[in-house]
């Protein structure tokens, strides 16, 4: 009898309920990255301003602030639904679908819950299209998705010049609706150093106080960089600090010389050349310096990963980098932490597991492979976010070429390398060094829309992209930066 009157009241709910209808289907929708898979159903679901959010779960609870709509089922076909529990090899993944009655979004975990908001944004923002409407109404469905790559990462370069606190939270938001889950931050340079080391003040006292141009610098204190690492956690993206050494070295040189190693009187540095400056791999002061500050950073930060740089190195001698590069591999494993360096760190024995960031060298990046390195691909070529559009753009440079959107999609991260097998690949990152932008309007400019085609790239397989496809979806969205300049 229970049984039979509580299926009547469903039969009285949903005859009582206005019925929509949408006139769009889930699988048109612009949404990028691609999602894996996306199944349309007949029908709608109409919401107003509105939309209740259940969750017996208080973390899942918290993700309502990401929900572009207040709370409240007035108005509403049903509740917006958030639940854990999905069976997947990724905690990425997730399974969103919309019925007349709710919008369910179920994660793998609450990483995977997370993606799915940023899914279901994008639906919201392709149903507002008609702002008078007090109705919204959505396309029914089901999409089931998950990344294919686990590390899809861009790095800022906040040395050439720094980028305040509320710049890399507005980088880290924009990321955030793309899916990316790395935010690696390159902290040193010969034209600054950025982040407070207790143990050396005048590293922030001298090194952070010059930028290229000749600004005036800036850098992170401790707490910021513990704010900037909750801030990117609550959209679970983890940031990996790179301290960019033995070359790239000259502001923390100009703080205490007696680290120096090229035999040069050092001055502060704001051009933009590269290649002079050098730790000396021979000086036990050096090695006391490196470990203090991968200490400290490595305390503060809870990334697997440490990046030591290693490239361009040219006034190094090949046995000092050789014998740098394996000591401070040593260093950072002592902290609990995996090395990560640019390619050229592959000549060196850093060690199975560490990883090598493909930028320059194929050569490089097969011999990571052979000493059972990972690689992370970023192509300058593909990748450098800092490569200009073409001959007018007023930001970047082109000594990789130029990188036209188009060319930024067409290719494919885990076969690009002939050679290199998937499995080898950590993933993809998109670095954006800093010589020519200062703020966030040259950032903007110079990453959207390059970095929503590497987040395809990440998240989307092969199989299921196409640069028409892409295309076509981004002309339908709007994204930070202006669009129509480039
Ligand atoms: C680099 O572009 N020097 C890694």
């Not at 509580?6 to 309920?17: Q, T």
């Not at 944004?121 to 998950?146: C, M, Y």
């Not at 490595?298 to 006034?315: A, I, K, N, R």
């Amino acid at each position: 009898m229970k049984y039979v009157l509580s299926l009547f009241a469903v039969l009285l709910v949903s005859c009582g309920g206005p019925i929509y209808e949408s006139d769009t289907s889930l699988d048109q929708l612009p949404l990028i990255p691609r999602p894996q898979s996306v199944i349309s159903e007949l029908g709608g679901f109409g919401y107003g301003s509105n939309l209740e959010v259940i969750t017996d779960n208080q973390e899942l609870a918290d993700l309502q602030a990401f929900i572009p709509v207040e709370s409240s089922l007035e108005n509403s076909s049903g509740p917006l639904v958030l639940s854990l529990g999905l069976k997947h090899p990724s905690p990425e993944a997730y399974r969103l679908s919309i019925n007349r009655r709710e919008i369910r979004i179920q994660g793998a975990s609450p990483a995977g819950v997370f993606r799915g908001i940023q899914t279901l944004r994008q639906i919201l923002a392709a149903s507002n299209s008609a702002p008078q409407q007090p109705i919204k109404v959505l396309p029914l469905g089901v999409i089931e998705d998950w990344p294919s790559v686990s590390y899809r990462g861009t790095m800022l370069d906040v040395a050439r010049h720094f980028f305040t606190v509320d710049e890399v939270k507005r980088y880290i938001d924009q990321m955030a609706q793309y899916k990316i889950n790395t935010l690696h931050l390159h902290l040193s340079d010969d034209q600054g150093w950025r982040i407070e080391i207790k143990a050396y003040p005048r590293l922030t006292g001298i090194g952070a106080a010059t930028e290229v141009g000749g600004g005036s610098g800036g850098f992170y204190t401790q707490e910021d960089f513990l704010e900037l690492q909750a801030y990117a956690a609550q959209r679970f993206i983890q940031i990996i600090p790179e301290i960019d050494m033995p070359g790239h070295t000259n502001a923390a040189i100009v703080a205490y010389p007696e680290l120096n190693g090229n035999g040069k009187t050092v001055s502060p540095y704001t051009g933009t050349a590269v290649g002079f400056s050098t730790f000396d791999a021979r000086n036990e002061a050096v090695y006391t310096f490196v470990n203090q500050v991968v200490k400290e950073l490595s305390s503060l930060s809870t990334s697997p990963y440490f990046h030591l740089g290693g490239d361009e190195s040219h006034v190094t001698s090949k046995e000092d980098y050789l014998y740098f590069v394996e000591r401070v591999g040593q260093i950072i494993r002592t902290h609990q932490k995996t090395p990560i360096g640019w390619d050229e760190v592959a000549q060196t024995d850093l060690g199975p597991g560490s990883v090598a960031q493909f930028w320059a060298s194929e050569k490089n990046a097969l011999a990571a492979v052979d000493k059972k390195m990972k690689v992370l691909m970023s192509p300058a070529k593909k990748a450098y976010l800092d490569m200009q559009y073409d001959s007018l753009s007023p930001y970047g440079l082109h000594w990789a070429g130029y990188i036209s959107v188009q060319d930024a999609y067409n290719w494919d991260p885990l076969s690009y390398v002939p050679g290199l097998d998937a499995d080898q690949i950590l993933g993809i990152e998109a670095p954006l060094w800093s010589e020519t932008i200062s703020d966030s309007s040259g950032l903007e400019y110079l990453a959207f829309p390059r970095l929503i085609c590497v987040a395809e790239l990440g998240w989307t397989p092969q199989s299921l992209r196409s640069w028409e496809d892409f295309n076509r979806r981004l002309t339908e969205v709007s994204y930070p930066g202006n669009k129509s300049s480039k």
